[in-house]
C-alpha cells in the first residue's frame, strides 16, 4: 500500500529518470486486448490527454492509451486503474466508491485526491481544467511510487557516473591551476583538490582560499585610561587606572540594568494597554 512518501515530491534524480524512461517508453508500452474492461473509443479532440500525461501513463503500461480521455467513463477508468495497479492507497474493499461510475463518483475521487494531497478544487464532469490537473497529480505519485519501490528494490543504482560526460574532458580550462592552487590550500590547512579536478572544483577551491585570505580583522579600539574621569582625585596614576576600570565596568553594568528595566516596563505595557473596566462599580456624582 502507498505510504507517507506520496506526500512529498520526487526524490532526487527521480525527474531524469522518469524523463529517460519516458523517451524509450513507446517499444515497452503493451496494447489492450479486445474486450478489455479498460478499452474505450477513441476521444473526441476536446477531450484529448494533455501529452504528458499520456507519456506518463504509457510509461506505466496504460492498457488503453489510444481511448485515455478526459471523458466519461474514460476518465473514471484511468483513475481507477491508477488505484488499483500502481498507487493502491485504499484497501481493496474500500475502493467501492472509485469503481462506482455514478453521480458521486467525482465526490469520492475529489476526497481520494485531497487525502493524497492533490488539489482537487472545482473537480466535476465539466471542468475538464480541474480533471486533467487531478489526473497529473494522480500519475506523478504513480510514477514516485514506481519510483521508490525500485530504489527500495535495489533496481536503480544511484550512483555518479564513474567518468566525465562525453565532450566534457575536452573543456576542462583550469586543470594548470590545481598543483599551485594546492600549495595554497596547503598553506591554509584546507582540503586538497584530485590531480583531474575538473573546473567546477578548481573554482570552489578558488573561493575557499579568497574566503580565508579576506577574513576580517578583529575590531581593537585604542583607550587611554588615565584619559577616563573617575570623579575622584587620586596622585597614584595606577590606582586612577584601576578606578577607570571599575567605572567602565559600572557603566556596563548599568546598560544591561537599563535594558532589563526597559524590558519590564514593556511587559507591563502590554498589561495594561487594554484595560477592561466594569460599569457596575462606577459612581456618579459626589
Known amino acids: 500500500a502507498i505510504s507517507a512518501k506520496h506526500a512529498g515530491s520526487f526524490p532526487a534524480g527521480a525527474s531524469a529518470r522518469v524523463g529517460a524512461a519516458v523517451a524509450c517508453a513507446g517499444a515497452m508500452a503493451a496494447e489492450a486486448p479486445a474486450g478489455s474492461f479498460y478499452t474505450a473509443k477513441a476521444p473526441l479532440a476536446g477531450d484529448a490527454l494533455p501529452k504528458a500525461v499520456l507519456r506518463k501513463l504509457e510509461v506505466l503500461g496504460y492498457p488503453d492509451l489510444g481511448g485515455a480521455s478526459l471523458a466519461g467513463e474514460s476518465y473514471c477508468k484511468i483513475a481507477l486503474w491508477l488505484e488499483e495497479e500502481k498507487i493502491r492507497y485504499y484497501e481493496p474493499p474500500n475502493r467501492k466508491g472509485l469503481r462506482d461510475f455514478g453521480d458521486g463518483w467525482f465526490g469520492s475521487l475529489s476526497k481520494y485526491a485531497k487525502e493524497l494531497n492533490v488539489r482537487s478544487e472545482g473537480l466535476g464532469e ?9 489526473l497529473s497529480g494522480l500519475v506523478n505519485l504513480a510514477i514516485n511510487d514506481v519510483y521508490r519501490d525500485k530504489v527500495e528494490a535495489k533496481e536503480i543504482a544511484l550512483t555518479a557516473p564513474s567518468k566525465l560526460v562525453a565532450g566534457a ?105 487594554n484595560p477592561k473596566t466594569d460599569s457596575r462599580l462606577g459612581k456618579v456624582g459626589t
Not at 465539466?126 to 487531478?134: F, L
Not at 596547503?186 to 586538497?192: A, W
Not at 597614584?236 to 544591561?256: F, T
Open 126 to 134: 465539466k471542468d475538464s481544467e480541474a480533471k486533467a490537473r487531478v
Open 169 to 273: 574532458e575536452s573543456k576542462q580550462q583550469l586543470r594548470d591551476l590545481v598543483t599551485p592552487i594546492n600549495r595554497l590550500l596547503e598553506l591554509h590547512s584546507l582540503p586538497k583538490l584530485q590531480t583531474d579536478a575538473i573546473d567546477t572544483d578548481t573554482i570552489a577551491a578558488l573561493r575557499c582560499i579568497k574566503t580565508r585570505m579576506c577574513q576580517k580583522a578583529t575590531n581593537t579600539t585604542s583607550l587611554d585610561l588615565s584619559q577616563i574621569p573617575v570623579a575622584v582625585e587620586m596622585e597614584d596614576p595606577e590606582v586612577k587606572r584601576v578606578a577607570a576600570v571599575l567605572r567602565l565596568l559600572h557603566n556596563i553594568e548599568m546598560g544591561q540594568l537599563q535594558i532589563s528595566v526597559n524590558h519590564v516596563l514593556n511587559e507591563l505595557q502590554q498589561l495594561t494597554a
